[in-house]
């Protein structure tokens, strides 16, 4: 079943992934199923906007990507079909070069559809915004014994779902840059950059927003 990004007209109830009801009002942005979709439309509650306006509406002009492999074809092709074709892209070791930064290896497809909503949640107060890895595989369920173990030292409970370390938006600020320095010490000797990644987000506790397991295709 399809799944839409729209923007909301007037205050508008819709329920997440996780069956929530969340409330939306004029001007925000929504993700909504094809049914909801017909009907909001039809009730004149939502408007789908185009690519471009999409560019328009976020104000992309502070943000960049930075890939993690070399796969710029695959980047571009997405960037592109997500009407981003022009915004910075390079390849290079983490690092936070743009006020809002993609740290992104392409091995993982995030959904063009998404690309410019993932940068939009930086703007919304969230420090970086990741997708979870898998709503029934957590952290006790990945890496090796050693790692989980050096893993729950530092998180002290496994029972908690991890993030895909392969899509990382992330807004440039002092508690994001002690961040990187904490993530590119705990990917030293690590075997596993999901779990990296947690340790090295509970020891500087930046604010994440946890994005929905659909964005990157499996």
Known sequence: MGKHWVKATRTVRAS???GQEITYHAGDWLEVRNQTLKVL????AIEQPQAAQLREAYALDDVGVLLQDDDTRTATMILERAAL?????KVGALALPYPRTLLWHTSA???HDLVAVGFQRLARGWQ???PLWRYQELARDIGTHAERTRTEEVI???RVMVYDHRVL???RCPDTERWLEAYIEELHDSTDGRLALMRAIYRTKPVVCALPTTWVGK
Do not use: K
């Open 41 to 44: 439309l039809a009730q004149g």
């Open 16 to 18: 997440n992934d996780a």
């Open 128 to 130: 970086i915004a990741a």
């Open 156 to 158: 002290h409970d496994l």
């Open 109 to 111: 497809h995030i959904r």
């Open 169 to 171: 938006f992330v807004r």
């Open 85 to 89: 074709g022009q915004i910075c892209l």
